[in-house]
């Protein structure tokens, strides 16, 4: 009888992430920043990066050809290792992206409460799909790497868009600054990059390619105005 290799394997994973996580410096600076209310949308960009390449690496540790039956990923391998862990980078980042748009709210009066996305499963099926069709896991691997953290990334981006969304069709006039970062960017991120005010958002603001660092913010501008002659704030 086929040994299953899941439990052992998801445990220490599992195990050795959540070990690197409680380590990691920038990810302690940053939750210092959220506790003062002093983070932004970069630091949560930043925060992302950090906990998808935490993945990343503990994923190049332990999953590998030699540990796999046959040499290759199955399905029922891929599904109950890749959704368990890439939902839990869901929702690590999002409460921290939905706490920064709390304090950003607070920051100009608004009292509305962040609005958290909905883990995108579209996202990890599409994972799941891809890194099981190779006959040598090895040949894919690539898969667990960058795309891990970009998968993590888009957490912020998706945070970012649901709020402005929500924003936008409560009256408000939310404006979205994309930042094209990286040495060098491409063509594509610099001809993306601007300041946009919602409903004039281009889908591709929220979208970006593997090894993209842009910067995706938010802008809460001013949601307070004061009436000259009552001197109430709406």
């Known amino acids: 009888m086929a040994i299953d290799i ?37 630091e ?22 030699d540990v796999l039956p046959d040499g290759k990923m199955y399905y029922n391998i891929a599904e109950r290792i ?6 839990n980078n869901h929702v690590i980042v999002a409460r921290v992206a939905t706490e920064i748009q709390n304090q950003l709210n607070k920051s100009i009066g608004l009292g509305l409460k962040g609005i958290e996305p909905s883990v995108n499963q579209l996202r990890i ?53 994309r930042t094209a970062h990286g040495n060098p960017t491409c063509d594509w991120c610099r001809s993306i990059a601007g300041v946009y005010k919602y409903p004039n958002t281009p889908a591709d603001v929220f979208k970006r390619h593997d090894r993209c660092r842009c910067i995706v913010e938010y802008n809460p501008g001013e949601a307070r105005k004061q009436d000259i002659w009552t001197k109430e704030w709406r």
């Not at 949560?44 to 503990?58: I, P, W």
């Not at 890749?82 to 939902?87: D, I, R, V, Y």
């Open 125 to 177: 099926e599409s994972i799941i799909n891809r890194i099981t069709q190779e006959e040598v896991f090895d040949d894919v691997s690539w898969i667990l790497q960058e795309p891990i953290v970009n998968f993590t990334q888009s957490v912020v981006d998706d945070t970012i868009k649901a709020n402005v969304e929500f924003q936008g069709e409560s009256g408000l006039s939310p404006q979205i600054v």
């Open 44 to 65: 949560a960009n930043e925060y992302a990066v950090e906990v998808g390449q935490e993945l990343a690496k503990v994923f190049k540790k332990h999953i590998k050809s």
């Open 82 to 87: 890749l959704n368990p862990t890439l939902s």
């Open 6 to 42: 899941v439990p052992e394997l998801l445990e220490n994973i599992q195990r050795d992430f959540n070990t690197a996580i409680n380590r990691n410096k920038k990810i302690q600076s940053i939750q210092k920043m959220i506790e003062n209310g002093t983070a932004t949308y970069r």
